[in-house]
């Protein structure tokens, strides 16, 4: 269901071809129809996988069906982690997996070190797949591409932890830790939170003018005040946003990512930001 504007497309079609697999194109209205798509392989690649998905496809009943999650930038040739998702209620939060073979994923903290088990780092991926640099600029290259143990890893960005039995958990974009107040914050944490929602489907959490937090949440099933006290449960203060705009659908760029740059602006009202500086202190 991949658009052709879109890489994954390359690892859908070509791949499946060069191992020897076959094609079928998803019937007119395919999409929404359930009975079908059960009988389909589900493939989860280019955004976070969130747990409401799965809860989804519980609640429609197709959970015979095969899912997977993949994960990998264009940098290391689409995919170079793995991970078959148990179809089950009550799943807190999906693995990218383990590396695909021939791949390497190194995870380093701020320290310039190797992460301990459960603690967040930054993802190194090496192996048969990293690219050889971008066509015509050395110095993108020279930033992405680094050398451990002889090999070169590219610097994905993407902030993630290992736990126990070797599996890698998303943790959201290093370049989506920003200073607010002084105080640093993970925007994907609070996007965690606010996903453990059932009934949100999914979020962006977003600073604007340098002062204030905004969450856009996709749900039709919620409101300002549900979303600020659920915050305000599992949230230290400064973490919590200060608008809360809800959308019945978050817009989508051509290759099916939400577009922030067409996200409505925030209507800064006093009486909203008052409210919320007063839940905060």
Known sequence: MTRCSFDIHVQEILGTLLVGGTLIMLHPGGTIDFDYLSKCIFIALG?????PLIDLIVQIDITNCIVWNLYGPAEATIDCTFHHVNVTNNIQSISIGKPLSN??????????????????????????GVFAGYLGRDDLTAKALVQIDGQLFYQTGDLV??????????????????????????????????LNITSISTCVVMKWNDDYLVAYVQSSHTNEEQLRQHCQSYLPPHMIPSIFIILD?????????????????????????????????
């Open 47 to 51: 955004e976070p996988f969130s747990a």
């Open 161 to 194: 932890r290992i736990d126990n039995s070797g599996l890698l958990h998303y943790q959201g974009r290093k370049d989506h830790q920003i200073k607010l107040h002084g105080q640093r914050i993970e925007l994907g944490e609070i996007e965690r939170c606010l």
């Open 103 to 128: 791949y390497r994923c190194v995870i380093i903290n701020q320290y310039l070190q190797s992460s301990a088990i459960g603690l967040e780092g930054e993802l190194f991926v090496g192996g048969v």
């Open 249 to 281: 659908k978050l817009p989508l760029n051509q290759n099916g990512k939400i577009d922030r740059k067409q996200l409505p602006s925030p209507d800064f009202s006093l009486s909203t930001l008052l409210s919320s500086d007063k839940s905060d202190t």
